[in-house]
C-alpha cells in the first residue's frame, strides 16, 4: 500500500526562524513528489520534484528531494507569519493518482 | 478561465439524506478527482476519472458515487448520509500524467456536516 509520511504534524515558531519539514515516502511506480500550501482553502501549489538532488527555490521556500532514501525536506527561511498554514506532501505513484501526508501544521508566532 | 469550481460551499445534511456535490472545470482537463479531508488530516482520495464516461474508485469510496458524463463536469453523490461523511470535500483537476505534469489544480471544496 502507497504511503507518505510527514513530520513533525505540528510546529510552532518565531517570526524570523528556520523550519524543516519532512515528507518520506513509499509507493510504487513514483513519479513525482509534490509540495502543497493549505490555509483555509483549497491546496494551492508550492513545488513538484521527480529528480534526485536537484533543489527547486521559490523566494524564502525551497524542497530537494532524495529518490534513493526516499524523502524530500521543505525549508522556510526568515519565516514570516504569513507562512502559518498546513504543508501537504503529495507523491504521484501508481495509476494517475497522488497520495497525500497528513499534513504539518506550521504556525509562525510574531 | 473559472478553473476547478464546486457548488454548494458549505451544507448540513440529516443522517440519511442524499445529496450531490457539484464540480466543474473549463479547463478542457482530461482527468478529475475526489478527495475529503477530516479535521487536521491530509486527503484522501474518494474517486477520481481520466476521462468521460471512465470512473475509478480511490481509496475511500464506501458511501461514495460518481459519473463522468462530460469532460467538464464529475458530480460526487451521497447516498444515505452518515455522521463519518462529515468532512470537506475537494475536487481537483489535471490535464495528463507524465512526468513533470503531476500538478493538480484544486476547487475551493464543499464543507458538510451530517447531524
Known amino acids: 500500500e502507497d504511503k507518505v509520511v510527514q513530520s513533525p504534524l505540528s510546529l510552532v515558531v518565531h517570526e524570523g526562524d528556520t523550519v524543516t519539514l519532512n515528507c518520506s515516502y513509499e509507493v510504487t511506480n513514483f513519479r513525482s513528489l509534490l509540495w502543497y500550501k493549505q490555509e483555509k482553502k483549497a491546496p494551492t501549489f508550492l513545488f513538484m520534484l521527480t529528480s534526485s538532488g536537484i533543489e527547486k527555490k521559490s523566494g524564502r521556500l525551497s524542497s530537494i528531494l532524495d529518490k534513493k532514501e526516499l524523502f524530500s525536506i521543505l525549508n522556510i527561511t526568515a519565516t514570516q507569519t504569513g507562512d502559518s498554514a498546513i504543508y501537504l506532501c503529495?507523491?504521484?505513484?501508481?495509476?494517475?493518482?497522488?497520495?497525500f501526508g497528513q499534513g504539518t501544521r506550521l504556525t509562525i508566532n510574531p | 478561465n473559472a478553473g476547478v469550481t464546486q457548488t454548494p460551499k458549505f451544507r448540513i445534511l440529516k443522517i440519511g439524506q442524499s445529496m450531490t456535490l457539484q464540480c466543474t472545470q473549463d479547463?478542457?482537463?482530461?482527468?478529475m478527482y475526489w478527495y475529503r479531508q477530516d479535521p487536521g488530516m491530509g486527503l484522501k482520495l474518494i474517486y477520481y476519472s481520466v476521462g468521460a464516461g471512465i470512473t475509478d474508485k480511490g481509496e475511500v469510496p464506501n458511501g461514495y458515487n460518481v459519473s463522468r458524463s462530460t469532460t467538464e463536469d464529475f458530480p460526487l453523490r451521497l447516498e444515505l448520509a452518515a455522521p463519518s461523511q462529515t468532512s470537506v470535500y475537494f475536487c481537483?483537476?489535471?490535464?495528463?500524467?507524465?512526468?513533470?505534469?503531476?500538478?493538480?489544480?484544486f476547487g475551493p471544496g464543499t464543507r458538510l456536516t451530517v447531524l
Open positions: 479547463m478542457n482537463h482530461n482527468y
Open positions: 503529495a507523491v504521484g505513484g501508481g495509476a494517475q493518482k497522488l497520495v
Open positions: 481537483a483537476s489535471l490535464a495528463r500524467v507524465v512526468v513533470g505534469a503531476d500538478t493538480q489544480y
